[in-house]
Every structure is written in structure tokens, then in C-alpha cells.
């Protein structure tokens, strides 16, 4: 059974620019989250996807959005990058209700 | 709104004791409550998950309490090691809500001293 995989580890990206990041759901789980680490604070809730649907989203501006895959994979995109948005980004997959699993996140940074 | 407090914010430690981190939400209405574990500039490794139904979990030398009606979680490491050292967080599932969203604490980081 593998395990939730983040891609890339590392990004470096100037202000104004877009990103997206990936993330590979454990197998037999239908449930991918977003989640925003800023240094030094517990990680934020971004948002939920379901069976590709949104499935709730925490208090983030729509240049956040998100994608689900048919094979339950995830994509974050971020456009209109901001100094702020540097942080360690992770994913999590998950049952319905059930354990959260996390990935080892993809640090972005903004330039 | 829910908020999630942990205490201490940095707690060290000799290798061999005991110790307690604390834990405190707002509201009680509460799905589930995990605890996690976090290595420098790392992911997220799950502790234990405790349903809103239950009173404690325990794994190897970890137990874990929830106490509902004063808003409060413990961890309690048994005999702590220096692998030990590492950023604690819980996190609380909220009751009533469609999605499972976590709200985090914003940690204890633990050293435990050789």
C-alpha cells in the first residue's frame, strides 16, 4: 500500500506567477485536503475534494482553487502568487471521516 | 468558531521522563480529535485518532485522553526518548459539518535531551 505522495518538494516562484502542485492520494481513499503551513503555525484548512467535487473550503481567496482526478489525485493551483502565500503545503487523503493520512508537502517559496 | 490551543509552545525535557502536553478547544460539538506528529520542514505523522465517543487511545508508549465537556485533550509520552523530539500537534474534526476538515493547534515542539 503506498502511501500519499506530494510533487514537487521544492518550488521557488516570483509574485505574480501561478503554481500548481500535485498530490497522490492513498490507495483507496476518495478524499484529498489542502492544507497552507505558514512557519512556526499549525496548518490551514484550504479546502476538500470529494469524488471530484469541492467538498467545503476553509477561508481562502478564489485565486486558490483545486482539482480531483478520477483516480482520486489532487491538484492545487494558486495564481497571483503573494509573498504570503510561501509556506509548506500539504495534502491529505482520507475515508469520509475516517484518519487523515498526510503527504510530506511541497514548500513554496515566493519571491 | 472553533480555536485549538496547545501548551507549552516548546517544552525539553530530560531523556527518561514522563510528560504531558496539553491541549483545548472551544467548542465541544466535536467529530474527533488526532494528534500528530511533525519532523523539521516534514509532513504529518498520525498519533492517534480518538472518536468524540471515546475517552482515550493508546499506542505503544503514547495515550492520549479527550475530555468533551471542558474542552480538553492530553498526550502523555511514557519514558521519552531523544526520537522523541519533534513539533506535537492536535487537531479537532468539528461536529455538524458535511466536511472532514481538521483545525489545528499551532504545536508543542518537544526536545528530549540524552
Known amino acids: 500500500e503506498t502511501g500519499v505522495t506530494q510533487s514537487p518538494t521544492h518550488l521557488i516562484k516570483t509574485r505574480g506567477q501561478q503554481v500548481t502542485l500535485r498530490c497522490s492520494s492513498q490507495s483507496g481513499h476518495n478524499t484529498v485536503s489542502w492544507y497552507q503551513q505558514a512557519l512556526g503555525q499549525g496548518p490551514q484548512f484550504i479546502f476538500q475534494y470529494y469524488r471530484e467535487e469541492e467538498n467545503g473550503r476553509g477561508n481562502f481567496p478564489p485565486r486558490f482553487s483545486g482539482l480531483q482526478f478520477p483516480n482520486y489525485s489532487s491538484e492545487l493551483n494558486v495564481n497571483a502568487l503573494e509573498l504570503d502565500d510561501s509556506a509548506l503545503y500539504l495534502c491529505?487523503?482520507?475515508?469520509?471521516?475516517?484518519?487523515?493520512?498526510f503527504g510530506p508537502g511541497t514548500r513554496l517559496t515566493v519571491l | 468558531k472553533q480555536e485549538v490551543t496547545q501548551i507549552p509552545a516548546a517544552l525539553s525535557v530530560p531523556e527518561g521522563e514522563n510528560l504531558v502536553l496539553n491541549c483545548s478547544f472551544t467548542?465541544?460539538?466535536?467529530?474527533?480529535l488526532q494528534w500528530f506528529r511533525q519532523d523539521p520542514g516534514k509532513g504529518l505523522t498520525s498519533l492517534l485518532l480518538?472518536?468524540?465517543?471515546?475517552r482515550e487511545q493508546t499506542s505503544g508508549r503514547l495515550n492520549a485522553s479527550l475530555d468533551k465537556s471542558s474542552g480538553r485533550s492530553t498526550l502523555y509520552i511514557a519514558a521519552s526518548q531523544p526520537g522523541d523530539s519533534a513539533t506535537y500537534l492536535c487537531a479537532v474534526g468539528p461536529g455538524g459539518s458535511a466536511t472532514n476538515k481538521l483545525i489545528f493547534g499551532t504545536g508543542t515542539l518537544l526536545a528530549v535531551q540524552p
Open positions: 480518538i472518536q468524540s465517543s471515546q
Open positions: 491529505a487523503s482520507s475515508t469520509g471521516t475516517d484518519t487523515q493520512y
Open positions: 467548542d465541544s460539538a466535536i467529530y474527533n
